[in-house]
């Protein structure tokens, strides 16, 4: 009932930026008053953790790791999410995933969300 599809990752080198998209599909007649939108990551080896979120009440969240850094934002007439991921460093290396959930925004737990895309992988050399 709701698909996503992630674009826009790449190969940048350290202190260079990257626009990630999200395309947000859902299926007629769905309805879900309150919901939230993610942005997660995962590195080989690590947990998914969460880096962003963006409520439909516009209320945003950031991991303290890339506060001042990384920017999420809508565009609501193209049904896409964005993460704008500025001063990039070789720890950010990740594939990249954005994520539906209803309901508020709250926790960055990945087993909370609902519906997840496949993935853009951002790698960032020194």
């Known amino acids: 009932e709701v698909q996503l599809a992630e674009s826009g990752g790449g190969s940048v080198q350290t202190g260079g930026s990257l626009r990630l998209s999200c395309e947000v599909s859902k299926a007629s007649g769905y309805a879900e008053d309150l919901y939230c939108m993610g942005w997660f990551r995962q590195a080989p080896g690590r947990e998914r953790e969460g880096v962003a979120s963006l409520g439909n009440d516009g209320g945003t969240r950031y991991a303290d790791s890339v506060k001042g850094r990384f920017t999420i934002s809508q565009d609501n007439a193209k049904n896409t999410l964005y993460l704008q991921i500025n001063s990039l460093t070789p720890g950010d290396t990740a594939m990249y995933y954005c994520?539906?959930?209803?309901?508020?925004?709250?926790?960055?737990?990945?087993?909370?969300?609902?519906?997840w895309g496949q993935g853009t992988q951002v790698t960032v050399s020194s």
């Open positions: 994520a539906f959930k209803p309901g508020f925004c709250g926790t960055f737990s990945p087993g909370r969300y609902t519906h």
